[in-house]
């Protein structure tokens, strides 16, 4: 695009539509554990033994005042909020039962305050769902991960020596948060540049996968490869599902192939992904939270209540002293008992159902995404924690997703896009009777209207 025909758009739009756009991109970038991110900007003075309670302090500073933004803009429209947020019963109950276990934690206190945090995140995926169509909001999505994945190629510059050593860790913490920030942007970015045609972000996500290959993390680097192999196998989903049955028992076959390897030949199976037979200790710590689990099987020990308290102050692993339990199954356990992780997993699963249905009706690039995130959060918790973190992008896009895909959201988005092309006489939505139907990407009908945006948000309500 010209600079000049660039420049001319920018100045069509209205302050305020900037303004929300640039919020949107900032809480994303946010979430997105960028060098804002609150873990990376401690009080000073502060210790590492006051780590928790600096974050939780800083958190406060940063976060408070957006979900405090974002509850006004919701409540500007109540209905539509509250239809979109409670749109997927599982979610809700999920969410219900985290800050339910205030009643039962072995730690109330940080319990009720990271479980405000993740509602907080989780009224920002209720603003995305309905006020974007999903296509607008991923490509908002592309620009905080790519700002991100810019950040973390200057630190690499910077020092080059660390690449491939294990100690390059970026703007993160730690290599695997690094390593699983980098996968998910290049998935992101390889959707964007199919949905756009974009070779910028088809770059920027090459630059995202030297960037994970530097910090060395091979958890991430599977999910990457895995999601983004699979993509060809789900486009075939809006064509014939025969043809998805036969490479489905194809696939079957060579994981069950790769299973009876691995249990076979564990050191072997182990080293193709750099690990040792104990996955760098993690067989060990979950023979070990097993049996914390069954002390208390049903509803766990509170959310985030466990790592925080005396019962993980003991855990050892080889001198290792870990603070999460590496597997987000077993995390689950240990907050919500086997009732959270039951909630959760039937949530992917129905998640993942009315998402091929949903690709299906819609056959666009945007509409395939929740699909592929579900398969890269279900991946992913295999071996790392990514389940109901306060201010945590990956809980946000679990729950847009799911609220994406629920059928009383996917309804009214289609109803809005009619609505707006052919609208009714008495419509009181904001200048529908004055848009023609060439608004739309220059569609004549509903089905021309979503192949170039995906779902609806608000501003067809």
Request: hydrophobic residues 50%; proline residues 5%; aromatic residues 8%.
């Amino acid at each position: 695009m010209r600079t000049d025909t660039a420049m001319r758009r920018i100045g069509d739009l209205r302050l305020a539509t900037i303004i929300e756009t640039g919020f949107t991109v900032l809480v994303m970038y946010m979430l997105s554990e960028g060098p804002v991110a609150p873990s990376l900007i401690p009080p000073q003075g502060s210790t590492v033994a006051d780590a928790p309670t600096a974050m939780a302090a800083t958190n406060v500073i940063l976060f408070g005042p957006i979900y405090v933004i974002l509850v006004i803009m919701l409540l500007k429209h109540a209905r539509s909020s509250w239809q979109t947020a409670t749109a997927d019963v599982l979610l809700v109950l999920l969410l219900g039962l985290m800050l339910a276990s205030t009643a039962w934690s072995t730690a109330p206190d940080i319990t009720l305050r990271r479980a405000l945090g993740v509602i907080g995140t989780t009224l920002f995926a209720v603003y995305i769902t309905r006020r974007y169509p999903t296509e607008k909001w991923i490509a908002l999505l592309g620009w905080a991960l790519g700002m991100n994945v810019l950040c973390n190629l200057l630190i690499l510059m910077a020092h080059p020596g660390l690449a491939g050593t294990g100690e390059f860790n970026g703007v993160f913490s730690h290599k695997n948060t690094l390593g699983r920030m980098m996968a998910l942007s290049g998935i992101v970015l390889v959707l964007i540049s199919w949905m756009r045609r974009s070779m910028r972000a088809l770059v920027c996500a090459g630059i995202a996968t030297v960037v994970l290959l530097a910090a060395g993390s091979a958890t991430a680097l599977v999910v990457l490869v895995t999601v983004l192999s699979v993509i060809p196998l789900l486009k075939t989903l809006g064509k014939d599902v025969r043809a998805v049955v036969v490479i489905g028992v194809f696939a079957i076959l060579g994981i069950a192939t790769a299973l009876m390897y691995g249990a076979s030949n564990p050191q072997g199976a182990a080293a193709i992904v750099g690990k040792d037979v104990t996955l760098t200790g993690r067989t060990v710590l979950w023979h070990v939270l097993l049996g914390m689990i069954r002390e208390r099987p049903v509803l766990g020990y509170g959310y985030n209540a466990f790592w925080s308290q005396e019962y993980a102050a003991g855990i050892s692993v080889g001198g290792w002293m870990p603070t999460q339990a590496h597997n987000g199954y077993i995390d689950l356990s240990l907050d919500l008992g086997l009732v959270g992780v039951a909630t959760f997993i039937l949530a992917i699963i129905r998640g993942a159902f009315r998402a091929v249905r949903h690709f299906r009706r819609e056959g666009t690039p945007a509409s395939l995404w929740p699909l592929m995130f579900l398969c890269f959060l279900a991946l992913y918790n295999m071996s790392e924690s990514t389940n109901l973190a306060p201010q945590s992008l990956l809980w946000m896009l679990f729950s847009a997703a799911l609220m994406t895909v629920a059928p009383a959201v996917a309804r009214r988005n289609r109803r809005g896009v009619a609505e707006l092309i052919y609208p009714r006489p008495d419509a009181e939505h904001i200048g529908a009777s004055a848009v023609p139907s060439e608004t739309v990407g220059g569609a004549r009908g509903p089905r021309l209207a979503r192949a170039r945006g995906g779902s609806t948000g608000e501003h067809l309500q």
